[in-house]
């Protein structure tokens, strides 16, 4: 990158500028370069390492951003250099905000170790997806001698009361930790050209069927900013991923910024409190959220008539998960039946099956709005439709034994 002769009519780049000299109107932000330089600095180690794909993605993402516009849309693995640079906190700057949170708090030696961070985003993830039973399983491991050492399970349960605590200080830890966690992945994924996170090489969201509108995600989670950094989250959508950890809203808003993508935005809010937007949904999304928060099932009920003409609730579960679906027909028939009757069109679809809903990495289930005036369906129509669903569901349960 170094190596370009420059015109012999070039200015020369030592020439003394005058300190008034107006900015070209076109020059790229700093930002812009300071990305491509990184690139070009990280491929010149990835060779001198003898990692030839390294390499090679950091040159691709180099030149990607110098030809590149910086308002346009994402480069290769996040790598688009008019997006705001996210930088992680040190682990001194985590221990630190750690300690204002929990200024009693008697674990010194664990926020002195050189794995603290990696140690701490690990056990928050798992915290955000089962709570509660992580620390229960934690203190059975600690008192049956197993696992994880007496000072780590003390800080685990320390760190999730800390979580729930909701001061500012904690937010601050939180929100830091998870930053740090989107930082340090990005750059994993950058260096290997892998996404982290995912198993599944499937798409996740469904694409939004309006061009505007927004798309609501509901109880989101840490997966939300690994969509984010993945080329499904489309960077002209207007994308808005509820939840209400201060480590998940820290992590997407970090991984979004990564990825060029700032139209994707975490929103740290109770999805029960939520009020109707100003203009209709494009899309409403829930996967699970119901599992998470019990009380959401009823909610749902009103916010579908939030959704626009020709937009969608889109309702998902984890491939083949009979548990789950179960839990859509118990909590979310209801208003599946009431939507069909209302002339919605309704379709679904298993991970990797027939259809056109096979293709994502998920069970999708995608109810939209007629576009026009609704032609009603009466009662049969609507149990054949639906009745289509729960024998699937039906199925699920009797191959898995449940």
Do not use: C
Not at 112 to 128: L, S
């Amino acid at each position: 990158f170094s190596e370009v002769a420059a015109p012999a009519d070039a200015p020369r780049s030592d020439a003394p500028t005058p300190a008034d000299a107006p900015t070209p109107a076109d020059a790229p932000p700093l930002a812009a370069v300071e990305g491509v330089a990184d690139a070009a600095a990280e491929a010149q180690r990835s060779l001198r390492a003898g990692d030839a794909a390294g390499a090679r993605l950091s040159g691709i993402a180099a030149f990607d951003g110098l030809r590149r516009a910086p308002a346009e849309g994402p480069s290769l693995f996040g790598l688009r250099f008019g997006a705001p640079r996210v930088s992680a906190p040190s682990a001194s700057e985590l221990a630190k905000a750690y300690l204002k949170a929990n200024p009693r708090t008697g674990l010194g030696p664990i926020l002195r170790d050189p794995g603290f961070a990696a140690f701490a985003a690990e056990a928050m993830v798992e915290y955000t997806f089962v709570g509660e039973r992580l620390v229960q399983q934690v203190m059975m491991e600690s008192l049956m001698g197993r696992s994880r050492s007496a000072a780590r399970a003390a800080f685990i349960m320390e760190m999730a009361q800390t979580h729930e605590t909701d001061t500012p200080e904690a937010r601050q830890f939180s929100e830091m930790l998870g930053r740090w966690l989107a930082v340090n992945e990005h750059k994993e994924e950058s260096r290997t050209g892998r996404f982290i996170g995912l198993a599944d090489e499937g798409a996740h969201l469904p694409p939004s069927p309006l061009p505007q509108g927004e798309y609501w995600d509901m109880a989101a989670g840490i997966n939300a900013g690994r969509y984010a950094r993945r080329p499904e989250v489309a960077p002209g959508t207007d994308y808005r991923l509820f939840d209400a950890s201060p480590f998940v809203t820290g992590y997407i808003d970090a991984s979004a910024r990564l990825a060029g993508k700032p139209r994707a935005r975490a929103v740290r809010q109770d999805i029960l409190a939520l009020q109707r937007p100003e203009k209709p949904l494009a899309v409403l999304r829930t996967k699970n959220a119901a599992g998470y928060v019990p009380e959401f099932a009823a909610k749902l009920e009103t916010m579908a008539d939030w959704i626009a003409p020709g937009g969608q609730l889109v309702i998902q579960a984890d491939a083949g998960h009979p548990y789950q679906h179960m839990a859509i027909v118990d909590r979310h028939g209801p208003l599946v039946r009431r939507l069909l009757a209302e002339g919605w069109s309704f379709d679904f679809g298993f991970a990797g099956g027939a259809g056109a809903l096979g293709r994502f990495a998920y069970d999708t289930m995608i109810l939209t709005r007629p576009a026009g005036a609704p032609a009603a369906k009466d009662a049969q129509a609507v149990e054949r439709e639906w009745g289509a669903y729960a024998r699937a569901v039906a199925y699920l349960r009797a191959k898995n034994g449940v």
